[in-house]
């Protein structure tokens, strides 16, 4: 399985401001993801980060809230634009292994916004 | 649409008792996946079983695809296995779909 992580593991931020988190995996992989889990939530696809073009974002979640970048095979970023304390949750990214379609979770990065 | 649930929502057991989680899904899957979410929020990977019967020490499951659906089995539970256990289910399209967990408390 893959060895991700993700930066900062935690932080608590001002309304209004924007917050970029990095996930980093240790080797190449195709299918990257960005869940969000809320307090006492189960865990919801904000989008694909696809490498060489735009995220696919799903229902309820647009680029303009949640740009995401995907440079190379291994990296991803994720920013939370112009928060609001309704966006204080766990934010993970996820990976596909390595010819399997199973998916591997990183730390996640606890977000609170005040 | 497409559905993934999960029973019961809460669980108390005692130390050393065993028990069955539950999971349906509504639609055939290309990937079944059991999690157990500790108190830090870390997402541990169980089980990869989108067929058939697997074990892992005290844990085992079975998911039966053609009847849609799952079952996480603990054994001789312990207090570390308190918890939120999560199944999640690819509808063909490579995205998960969690269910919404079963919280599983044991007690020494």
Sequence with gaps: ?114 | GIQVEQSPPDLILQEGANSTLRCNFSDSVNNLQWFHQNPWGQLINLFYIPSGTKQNGRLSATTVATERYSLLYISSSQTTDSGVYFCAADFNDYKLSFGAGTTVTVRA
């Design chain 1, 1 to 114: 399985s893959a060895v991700i992580s993700q930066k900062p593991s935690r932080d608590i931020c001002q309304r209004g401001t924007s917050l970029t988190i990095q996930c980093q995996v240790d080797s190449q992989v195709t299918m990257m993801f960005w869940y969000r889990q809320q307090p006492g939530q189960s865990l919801t696809l904000i989008a694909t980060a696809n490498q060489g073009s735009e995220a696919t974002y799903e229902s309820g979640f647009v680029i303009d809230k949640f740009p995401i970048s995907r440079p190379n095979l291994t990296f991803s970023t994720l920013t939370v634009s112009n928060m609001s304390p309704e966006d204080s949750s766990i934010y993970l990214c996820s990976v596909e292994g390595t010819g399997t379609n199973e998916q591997f979770f990183g730390p996640g990065t606890r977000l609170t916004v005040l």
